[in-house]
């Protein structure tokens, strides 16, 4: 079977790709951008994983928005954040392979 690209795939992908470019120099706008759409992500994400039983990935994925939510934030030095930042985007592209969205069956 074919697997086509969903909305967690390219959510994901974008969200890594993000929290990749946060390495760089960025006014605090960005950070707060950043924050608010890998908190999405990964709550999307964990949904995805609970709605599939992958429990580990759910916890993982509710870990991430947590350490990134935009409401209540968690507030570390730029150098605290950088791996943080390069490991919860490394584990947004793992997670793709993972944790799936389930396509619903075409009946013919």
């Known amino acids: ?10 959510a994901r992908i974008v969200a890594a790709g993000l929290l990749f470019w ?5 006014p ?9 759409v890998t908190c999405a992500v990964a709550l999307y ?3 995805v994983a609970y709605s599939q039983k ?22 570390l030095k ?13 584990v947004l592209l793992i997670s793709i392979w993972f944790v799936q969205e389930k396509r619903p069956q075409i009946q013919p």
Do not use: E, Q
């Open 1 to 10: 079977m074919k697997r086509l690209i969903t909305l967690s795939t390219v």
């Open 22 to 26: 946060a390495l760089g120099k960025h």
């Open 28 to 36: 605090y706008d960005y950070f707060t951008i950043l924050r608010w």
């Open 45 to 47: 994400a964990l949904y």
């Open 54 to 75: 992958a429990i580990g990935w759910a916890w993982t994925m509710g870990v991430i928005a947590v350490l990134f939510n935009p409401l209540i934030i968690v507030r």
């Open 78 to 90: 730029r150098a605290t954040w950088r791996p943080i930042d390069v490991i919860a985007g490394i």
